[in-house]
T-cell receptor
Framework: DSGVTQTPKHLITATGQRVTLRCSPR?????VYWYQQSLDQGLQFLIQ???????AKGNILERFSAQQFPDLHSELNLSSLELGDSALYFC???????????FGSGTRLTVV | AQKVTQAQTEISVVEKEDVTLDCVYE???????LFWYKQPPSGELVFLIR??????QNEISGRYSWNFQKSTSSFNFTITASQVVDSAVYFC????????????FGAGTTVTVRA
């Protein structure tokens, strides 16, 4: 157990639907990062939150949004889902950018 | 711009052979961190090593070893006496100041170890 908890582990949904992925960071870590791993794009950075505030944005689609709550857990919301959104979504947490990263086990999203 | 290049897409070896995975990175910063992660077929990302830019000492951990050469911007990873359980995708990653220390991953190298 890495200390970073992601739920659910698997999700199958239809095109056009909306889903929410949840991440609980390792105790004491203030930063949460979301990554998408698809077959054609590899591991892509989506967004970072630090202590509740958005810190950086990467290749995140407008249909996607995220937030970090006061208890530091984070949610990634994916809406108007398309087949191409099928991927493994990872959350990572860190105390700070130079302190290393701990990854959760990922959420495998399948859009049918 | 590609910051981390893993030129080898796939490597296949027979058990007990050594395998070296290449990683070349690009950064203009003097302070940066390099990582290797392993992704077994089960899908999770397993941390293997983190190295900062000021520490060029090579490191050995069991059958794993890493060669960091700033002169060539490379951080190569060797598995000695490979085993079937080493079959996985291996990712090299860079975290640098210019990128606010976010992780930039290479495309990964798939290692298949045959019995």
């Amino acid at each position: 157990d890495s200390g970073v908890t992601q739920t659910p582990k698997h999700l199958i949904t239809a095109t056009g639907q909306r889903v929410t992925l949840r991440c609980s960071p390792r105790s004491g870590d203030l930063s949460v990062y979301w990554y998408q791993q698809s077959l054609d794009q590899g591991l892509q950075f989506l967004i970072q939150y630090y202590n509740g505030e958005e810190r950086a944005k990467g290749n995140i689609l407008e249909r996607f949004s995220a937030q970090q709550f006061p208890d530091l857990h984070s949610e990634l919301n994916l809406s108007s889902l398309e087949l191409g959104d099928s991927a493994l979504y990872f959350c990572a947490s860190s105390l700070g950018g130079t302190a290393g990263y701990t990854f959760g086990s990922g959420t495998r999203l399948t859009v049918v | 711009a590609q910051k981390v290049t893993q030129a080898q897409t796939e490597i296949s070896v027979v058990e007990k052979e050594d395998v070296t995975l290449d990683c070349v990175y690009e950064t203009r910063d003097t302070t940066y961190y390099l990582f290797w992660y392993k992704q077994p077929p089960s899908g999770e990302l397993v941390f293997l090593i983190r190295r900062n830019s000021f520490d060029e000492q090579n490191e050995i951990s069991g059958r794993y070893s890493w060669n960091f050469q700033k002169s060539t911007s490379s951080f190569n990873f060797t598995i000695t006496a490979s085993q079937v359980v080493d079959s996985a995708v291996y990712f090299c990653a860079l975290s640098d100041f210019s990128n606010d220390y976010k992780l930039s991953f290479g495309a990964g190298t798939t290692v298949t170890v045959r019995a």
